[in-house]
């Protein structure tokens, strides 16, 4: 199995490879978004504001759609997992939407939340991962139609908003697991093991 991420020019790329090839994947860039159609797995990497993130996608949008709801395995990071829902606060472009819903402001005092904060979850990607603290780095998150997706929630300044999400075979994190040491590395290699048996 290969492993897709797309370079869409805002994303985190090089710690994302990284990572993933520490878990003894084998991964490939796409900067041409078609390339998108024909993974094996796709990563949507983090770091960036909507409407830039979408800018390569949208003539893709509604094929890049039906291969994640089709059961692709995939990864949204941050920006990466906010571009999967429809539409966001932050800009005007519409997103993927693979996660039914929008993208909303945080409501805390301090924005952006930057910082480690605990994951709480009870899905099988996390297993083994006794240290649920993530590397956040964000100013909006969120905010499902259907709770159904959401399978994880973060409680940051008295606000306990959606972090994690997964619909299909496609999953979202709003925390950054490329950074968040030992225990982002492990959801990367569960993760790896559930793309590879959803291929």
């Given at each position: 199995m290969k492993v897709t991420i797309a370079?869409?020019?805002?994303?985190n790329l090089h710690s994302v490879k990284k990572a993933f090839e520490k878990n003894g994947a084998a991964v490939s860039i796409a900067a041409d978004m078609r390339d998108l159609l024909n993974s094996d797995c796709i990563v949507f990497p983090g770091v960036g504001a909507f409407d830039s993130t979408m800018?390569?996608?949208l003539p893709y949008k509604e094929d890049i759609r039906e291969r994640l709801l089709s059961g692709v395995p995939a990864l949204g990071i941050c920006i990466g997992a906010?571009?999967?829902f429809d539409s966001s606060e932050e800009g005007s472009s519409e997103g993927i939407g693979a996660f039914s819903g929008k993208i909303i402001k945080l409501s805390a005092e301090r924005v952006p939340h930057m910082g480690w904060n605990t994951v709480s979850t009870s899905d099988p990607l996390m297993d083994g991962i006794s240290r649920r603290q993530f590397y956040f780095a964000h100013s909006y998150r969120g905010s499902a139609d259907d709770p159904s997706c959401i399978i994880g929630t973060t409680e940051y300044e008295g606000e306990t908003f959606p972090s994690f999400f997964r619909t299909a075979n496609t999953y979202g994190t709003q925390f950054h697991p490329e950074k968040s040491s030992g225990s982002g590395l492990e959801l990367i290699k569960n993760f790896i093991a559930f793309a590879e048996e959803n291929v």
């Amino acid at each position: 199995m290969k492993v897709t991420i797309a370079d869409y020019g805002v994303g985190n790329l090089h710690s994302v490879k990284k990572a993933f090839e520490k878990n003894g994947a084998a991964v490939s860039i796409a900067a041409d978004m078609r390339d998108l159609l024909n993974s094996d797995c796709i990563v949507f990497p983090g770091v960036g504001a909507f409407d830039s993130t979408m800018g390569k996608l949208l003539p893709y949008k509604e094929d890049i759609r039906e291969r994640l709801l089709s059961g692709v395995p995939a990864l949204g990071i941050c920006i990466g997992a906010q571009i999967l829902f429809d539409s966001s606060e932050e800009g005007s472009s519409e997103g993927i939407g693979a996660f039914s819903g929008k993208i909303i402001k945080l409501s805390a005092e301090r924005v952006p939340h930057m910082g480690w904060n605990t994951v709480s979850t009870s899905d099988p990607l996390m297993d083994g991962i006794s240290r649920r603290q993530f590397y956040f780095a964000h100013s909006y998150r969120g905010s499902a139609d259907d709770p159904s997706c959401i399978i994880g929630t973060t409680e940051y300044e008295g606000e306990t908003f959606p972090s994690f999400f997964r619909t299909a075979n496609t999953y979202g994190t709003q925390f950054h697991p490329e950074k968040s040491s030992g225990s982002g590395l492990e959801l990367i290699k569960n993760f790896i093991a559930f793309a590879e048996e959803n291929v």
